[in-house]
């Protein structure tokens, strides 16, 4: 699966770019850069893709990409438009591994944050209480001038590193395969699974999106995604449950309408596959209703796959 080489634009008087958007990139498809991008999602909400990784992002998480990582931000549609219903609010990061010099990583120093560096290979999520912290210093990040951009920038690789609440997202077999002709191929049958994901399709129909014939279209997207597509589907249909589970109020029946499952038993089923909860559970543990459960039970915003290979 080839993304797109994303040259990121450089500013000549900083080592490495910060900048604040309030509506969703013009780069907002499957692309890869160079540069380690560290995001902060302020506000806005959607679906992330990081390698084989397919998760919700919501407000106040915190997402690191290592280099040459492929991965899409898909916001959700109150954030795109030419007139969103809300505004985003996102603080991105980008630098090269060796922007501060080609030995700084290498220093006895700094060998917390290299390690960390090497992981972000995979794509990193900030988890629970760290995330508020390093939202504080994104935001001093992007209010402060000359030397203090690099001791911000070097704080915030400090406490990522010493964390002990950071997931990996892309999964250790994830191989990526280099070919130009994939890039709008794949963002093709994403935006086409986006935006029709509530109803049926058809084999035939998104093989046709894709220009494959129906017959090798599901060995294709297995061997470009590491999972097949109606795992894929589904995957976008609980995570966009989770996410009405959350911020709607909406029924637990009507939500699994909402999202495509005709029967309230098959969304159960599905739901609970992916997530380990009920839908009834998951709302509760995530919003605190049910106080007596240990925190270290309610779900995250996050949702990992049973398996990126069924």
């Known amino acids: 699966m080839k993304p797109a080489l994303l040259k990121i634009a450089t500013d000549t008087k900083s080592t490495f770019h910060v900048r604040r958007e309030t509506s969703p990139s013009n780069n907002n498809k499957w692309h890869y850069h160079l540069e380690i991008e560290i995001v902060y999602f302020k506000k806005g909400s959607g679906t992330q893709f990081a390698g084989d990784h397919i998760s919700r992002f919501m407000p106040g998480d915190i997402t690191i990409v290592g280099a040459g990582l492929p991965h899409y931000w898909r916001f959700d549609n109150s954030y795109i438009g030419s007139e969103p219903a809300q505004q985003a609010d996102i603080i991105v990061v980008h630098f090269l591994e060796d922007c501060f010099g080609s030995r700084f990583l290498d220093l006895v ?15 990193l999520a900030v988890k629970n209480e760290e995330k508020k912290l390093v939202a504080i210093l994104m935001e001093r990040l992007t209010e402060s001038e000359g030397p203090e951009k690099i001791i911000w920038l070097l704080k915030i690789l400090q406490t990522i590193a010493n964390s002990k609440q950071v997931n990996t997202l892309s999964s250790m077999g994830f191989k990526y395969k280099f070919n130009e002709e994939e890039c709008e191929r794949i963002n093709a049958i994403y935006q086409y699974s986006f935006a029709h994901f509530r109803n049926k399709i058809f084999l035939e ?3 046709e999106v894709a220009h494959i014939c129906p017959n090798s279209f ?6 470009m995604t590491h999972k097949t597509y109606s795992r894929f589907i589904l995957e976008i249909k609980i995570g966009n449950a989770c996410n009405l589970l959350i911020e709607s109020e ?5 939500i699994g309408l909402e999202c495509g499952f005709n029967r309230s038993s098959t969304f159960y089923k599905y739901f609970k596959k992916i997530t380990g909860k009920s839908p009834a559970t998951y709302k509760k543990l995530y919003t605190g209703q049910l106080k007596e459960m240990p925190p270290e039970q309610a779900p995250e915003r996050y949702y990992e796959p049973i398996s990126l290979y069924s």
């Open 218 to 223: 599901c060995r294709y997207f297995k061997s």
């Open 205 to 207: 129909e998104i093989a």
């Open 250 to 254: 909406f029924k637990i029946g009507q």
């Open 109 to 123: 120093e700094n060998k917390t944050i290299n390690q960390m560096l090497q992981r972000a290979r995979r794509g």
